[in-house]
Structure formats: C-alpha cells, structure tokens
C-alpha cells in the first residue's frame, strides 16, 4: 500500500519561502517520478513541476524561476521550495506519482497541504 | 484561465447518464493521452480514467472516457448521490512540457 504523508509551514508571509516535504512509504521510490500540485482556493489544479529519484527535474515554465526540489533517497523524501511568495501562492499544495515526464497518471496523492500567504 | 476547456457545472438525476466535455488544442489532448480525476470537497483528487479511457483497479464500469480530436468526454452512468463531486481533465502538453489540467466541473446530482 502506498502512502504520501507531507507536511510544512501552511502560513507565510509576502516574499518568503514556501517549503514542503513529502514522504513516500510502501513502494518502489525509483520507479516513479514525484510531483508537486497545487489548487487554489475555490479553483482548478495546476501542476508544479516532478523530480525522479536521480534529481532530474521538469517545471511549470510559469513557475520555474522560483522552484526548486529536491530528492533524499535515502529516506525516500522529496521537497519544494517555492521563493518570493505573494498572495496569488496561496492555496492547497500536494505531493503526488506518476510515471514520468508525458504521463499525467497521478495515481497517489498526498492529503494536501494548505498553505496561505499573508502579511 | 485553465489550458483545458470545461464547463463549470453539470448536473443530472440518479440514475440518469450525464456527460462531461473537456476541449484542448492539438498541443494537448490531440497528442496525448487524457486523463480524469474526481475530486471530493476537502480531499485529494484521485485517478478515475487514465489513457482516454482505461479505469484503474476499483473504479466501477458506470465511469468511462472517450477522446476525439482535440476534445474528450467522460460520461457517468447510472448516476448515483455519491457522484456529486468535482470532476478534472488532464492531458500532457507538448509546448509546456507537463501536465495541464481543466477548471474543473461540479457535477450535482439533483
């Protein structure tokens, strides 16, 4: 059985750092490439950007100035850090599988993690 | 302003089949393969039909997809009060390089 358990810091304020962890339990961490997804409040999806267990990395062009994850295999971990948050970041973020760059097969979710940016 | 276009709401009676649009561009849906999700008030969205039309272990037959051209439909068949939910599209998109998804459709079951 495969579990996504995430946590991080749900308040921030206008031009911090918005991090995140998320914890991957009960599979092959290899196989599989690891998202981040977030929804704002009252509104659609949008993707963040993956990382494999290698570190290779794809982004939302939108976003990819200000992302960066990372991977820690050891632990079967991975992170985002979204930079100079403002408002328009607010909302639910998720971690979440699929197998890779052209499949959009997220088949594991973590249970979301709402994340509100204030001064 | 979501890459895939659909509409926001639906709505149909128990029992009933109701079908939910979802248009996109020759970038997306008319290249790749599409994807639903179903998402309920507080949760985590979750898988429902992958590769237009293939449902993952669980999902009951009443769901199915279908993609042509540059559009595609999930329809849901016999509809029961527990489908009321909010229903996504996905496809990859081979100008972003990643996955785009809908607005989303809320789908009451009056």
């Known amino acids: 059985q495969v579990q996504l358990q995430q946590w991080g810091a749900g308040l921030l304020k206008p031009s911090e750092t918005l991090s995140l962890t998320c914890a991957v339990y009960?599979?092959?961490?290899?196989?599989?490439?690891w998202s981040w997804i977030r929804q704002p409040p009252g509104k659609g999806l949008e993707w963040i950007g993956e990382i494999n267990h290698s570190g290779s990395t794809n982004y939302n062009p939108s976003l990819t100035s200000r992302v960066t994850t990372s991977v820690d295999t050891s632990r079967n971990q991975f992170s985002l850090n979204l930079s100079s948050v403002t408002a328009a970041d607010t909302g639910v973020y998720y971690c979440a599988r699929s197998r890779g760059p052209g499949a959009v097969d997220f088949d594991y979710w973590g249970q979301g993690t709402l994340v509100t940016v204030s001064s | 302003q979501s890459v895939l276009t659909q509409p926001p709401s639906a709505s149909g009676t128990p029992g009933q089949r109701v079908t939910i649009s979802c248009s996109g561009s020759s970038a997306n849906i008319g290249s790749n393969y599409v994807y639903w999700y179903r998402q309920l008030p507080g949760t985590a969205p979750k898988l429902l039909i992958y590769?237009?039309?293939q449902r993952p272990s669980g999902v009951p037959a009443r769901f199915s997809g279908s993609k042509s051209g540059t559009s595609a439909s999930l329809a849901i068949s016999g509809l029961r009060s527990e489908d009321e939910a909010d229903y996504y599209c996905?496809?990859?998109?081979?100008?972003?390089?990643?996955?785009?998804f809908g607005g989303g459709t809320q789908l009451t079951v009056l």
């Open positions: 590769r237009n039309n």
């Open positions: 009960g599979e092959s961490f290899s196989a599989y490439y």
């Open positions: 996905a496809a990859w998109d081979d100008s972003l390089r990643g996955p785009v």
